[in-house]
């Protein structure tokens, strides 16, 4: 069995920070990941850790009445992954709230 891994949530310069000096990755949502991602690369690397080792991954976040309709998750899929990747995350986690959502992503992810 592998070990746990602990991924820190970081919405916040300091989450950032401490998710590279004792978490095994680190997410943020899409308003702060660029902002703080060097934040978290620095803490790694004063900690001696190998980004290698770690799994990043960028967060949507819609508002309470949000939906994906519109949004490149669900109309080009693939270039808003290679964009956050360029960016420096390793994957996204997409909020799906209603089952209208689903169906968009699931739409999207035949088109891929």
């Given at each position: 069995v592998p070990p746990p891994r602990i991924i820190i949530g970081g919405e916040t310069t300091?989450?950032?920070r401490l998710a590279g000096r004792i978490g095994d990755g680190w997410t943020a949502f899409v308003d702060t990941f660029e902002r703080d991602i060097p934040v978290?690369?620095?803490?790694?690397?004063?900690?001696q850790r190998r980004?290698?080792?770690q799994l990043v991954l960028v967060g949507n976040?819609?508002?309470?009445n949000g939906s994906l309709a519109g949004s490149p998750w669900v109309t080009d899929p693939r270039a808003e992954l290679?964009?956050?990747?360029a960016c420096g995350a390793d994957g996204a986690v997409v909020m799906a709230r209603?089952?209208?959502?689903?169906?968009?992503?699931?739409e999207a992810v035949q088109r891929w």
């Open positions: 300091a989450g950032a978290y690369l620095d803490s790694l690397a004063a900690a980004r290698a080792d976040q819609f508002g309470p290679d964009r956050w990747r209603t089952t209208a959502d689903v169906d968009l992503l699931v």
